[in-house]
């Protein structure tokens, strides 16, 4: 499937739909994600129309990473919470629900669950083939 050029964050990179802006440099806007699943939720995204991280060149994804760094240091400095998780979902299986690649930046404290975690913990022996998998990929 070819990108949709009228997906909303498509939009709000043309300036059709208003978002609230954290960072914005040549390759890359940060804004705050409009429906948080905690407070700070914040959303990077590249300005090359790539559907899926995938879709992006070596110097895209750099540039959306060292964003992605960069806003999430300030959400951690700025919001003084103790942990931060990065997330990136790519197709709708892995529940991407925008079709524009985008990573989540989610301010995290002890006690405040979100449903990205396992329910039970593997052994090596499980974990190894798989991870011969990706290596095998790599
Ligand atoms: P994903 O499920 O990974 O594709 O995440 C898409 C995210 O975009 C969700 O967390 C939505 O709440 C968020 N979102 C959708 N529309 C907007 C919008 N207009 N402004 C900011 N965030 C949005």
Redesign the pocket.
């Known amino acids: 499937m070819p990108y949709d050029h009228t997906n909303?964050f498509a939009k709000?990179l043309r300036q059709e739909?208003p978002?609230v802006k954290v960072y914005e440099d040549e390759h890359t806007l940060a804004?705050?994600?409009?429906?948080p699943?905690v407070e700070g939720?914040t959303?990077v995204v590249p300005k090359a129309p790539a559907k899926e991280i995938f879709d992006l060149s070596a110097d895209g994804v750099a540039a959306l990473i060292r964003t992605t760094q960069k806003v999430a240091k300030a959400v951690r400095r700025g919001l003084e919470c103790p942990g931060v998780m990065l997330v990136q979902?790519n197709g709708p299986a892995a529940?991407?629900?925008?079709p524009h690649a985008?990573f989540?930046i989610l301010p995290r404290e002890d006690g405040v669950d979100l449903s990205l975690h396992g329910r039970a913990m593997r052994s090596p022996e499980e974990l190894e083939p798989v991870a011969a998998r990706i290596r095998a990929a790599l």
């Open positions: 909303i709000i739909v978002c804004f705050m994600d409009i429906m699943s939720h959303l979902l529940g991407q629900s925008v985008h989540h």
